[in-house]
């Protein structure tokens, strides 16, 4: 019999706990051995739950326990989750976590500890919820060398996006209805300033590549600036507004960002709306791969958790691999890397026209029946060619890349 113990009872550590109980019979014959809960960590009290009989207050007691194998971290935020999880390793036992920001921060070193004491470190929920991709970049795309990674890694900003285009509506009225249904928190700000999906880019490329991508160093833009009109050009275009997550290899380098831009019914994320979350892998040698779903839930995301303690199980006394080192990736500074812009700029087309020209060489017009200001799409040109083009013109109001 293979012991767990769950640090944190809230939504997904219940769910995990719930999983564990309910799957049993089918998780013992997948994994080979039985799997049981044996303590649960939690400050809280839960009268009448069947999780009275394992729960405790005091860490101790699973970071001493020699019974327990396997720790699941479902608590949250990096501290006390940081301190816990690495006590665990250090004592030889496997974690499986899905905390982004935990992982993010601590990965390399936390990933290195788990494989000096022969454990597994494991994070599958930690980027797509249910979504199943930390695993598939470490073994099913492992003879490829990674190209491109695109994705739509949050669900609360693309539900908004959609609702804008859908009912014609403003970001703020939007956020409050997802606020009001659950699908945003009451401060959003990690979702909607781009932070969420900054930190899965993050652990994404490191898998990829080996090495370590600090999430603080990649240019995060939200989605706070769309507005109606926006949304108006790119459906005008032919286009939807999206926030995506990408990394591309450069060379010997990655360029990587997070920030709104205007895909195509070409791109598989086009379709992709609602809460639903997709990530799009391109390999040299398999394409394109994509992998859909939705990103967050109780049971979706417990379930991957519970894939990974499975996992885990399989490997006690050797642990599983994880390919990311505390070496760092070189990545491409912003002001290098290059896309096609959409800008609006306030004023009428003969007002800005000939001026726009001249800074920017030829661009595209686009006409979304808005007279007060006046909208146009670049060619490919440098983030700092950009910068230095809008210097010229001024009186910009957005500007939004083109996928």
């Not at 080192?325 to 500074?333: D, M, Q």
């Not at 290059?338 to 800005?352: I, L, Y």
């Amino acid at each position: 019999m293979i012991n767990v113990g769950i640090l944190g009872y809230g939504t997904v550590g219940s769910g995990v706990f719930d999983i564990l109980r309910g799957n049993e019979k089918l998780i013992a014959e997948r994994a080979g051995e039985e799997i049981s809960v044996k303590h649960v960590l939690d400050l809280r009290d839960f009268p009448g739950n069947p999780v009275e009989s394992v729960l405790t207050h005091d860490f101790k007691d699973i970071e001493t326990d020699g019974e327990v194998q396997i720790v699941v971290e479902t608590m949250g935020g990096l501290h006390p989750a940081y301190e816990f999880v690495k006590a665990c390793l250090e004592q030889g036992k496997s974690v499986c976590t899905s905390n982004k920001a935990l992982v993010a921060d601590f990965g390399p070193e936390l990933i290195q500890i788990a494989k000096d004491r022969n454990a597994s470190f494991l994070f599958e929920a930690s980027v797509g919820g249910g979504i199943p991709i930390i695993r598939p970049l470490q073994s099913s795309l492992s003879p490829d060398d990674i190209l491109e990674i695109s994705g739509i890694l949050n669900g609360t900003t693309n539900y908004i996006l959609t609702e804008m285009r859908e009912k014609g509506a403003d970001f703020d009225s939007v956020l409050k209805d997802a606020q009001a249904l659950g699908y945003a928190e009451a401060d959003p700000t990690a979702d909607v300033e781009g932070h969420d999906a900054c930190r899965k880019i993050a652990i994404l490329t490191s898998l990829a590549y080996g090495k370590n991508v600090d999430f603080h160093e990649i240019y995060t833009e939200g989605i706070t600036k769309i507005t109606d009109r926006d949304i108006a050009y790119a459906d005008k275009m032919g286009g939807k507004v999206k926030i995506c997550g990408s990394s591309k290899k450069v060379g010997e380098r990655v360029s990587a960002m997070v920030a709104p831009v205007i895909i195509y019914p070409d791109n598989p994320l086009y379709s992709v709306d609602g809460v639903f979350n997709a990530i799009l892998v391109k390999g040299n040698m398999v394409g394109d791969v994509m992998f859909y779903g939705q990103g967050a839930g109780k049971l979706a995301t417990a379930s991957a958790v519970v894939s990974d303690v499975m996992e885990a199980g399989k490997n006690i006394g050797t642990g599983v691999p994880v390919q990311w080192t505390a070496e760092r990736l070189s990545l491409v500074p912003l002001k290098e890397s290059k896309s096609r812009f959409f800008v609006r700029m306030a004023g009428t087309k003969d007002e800005n026209e000939g001026k726009v020209q001249d800074a920017f060489g030829e661009v595209e017009a686009v006409d979304a029946g808005f007279s007060d200001e006046y909208a146009f799409v670049t060619g490919e040109m440098s983030e700092a060619a950009y910068e230095e083009a809008v210097q010229a013109v001024g009186a910009v109001i957005n500007k939004i890349r083109i996928s």
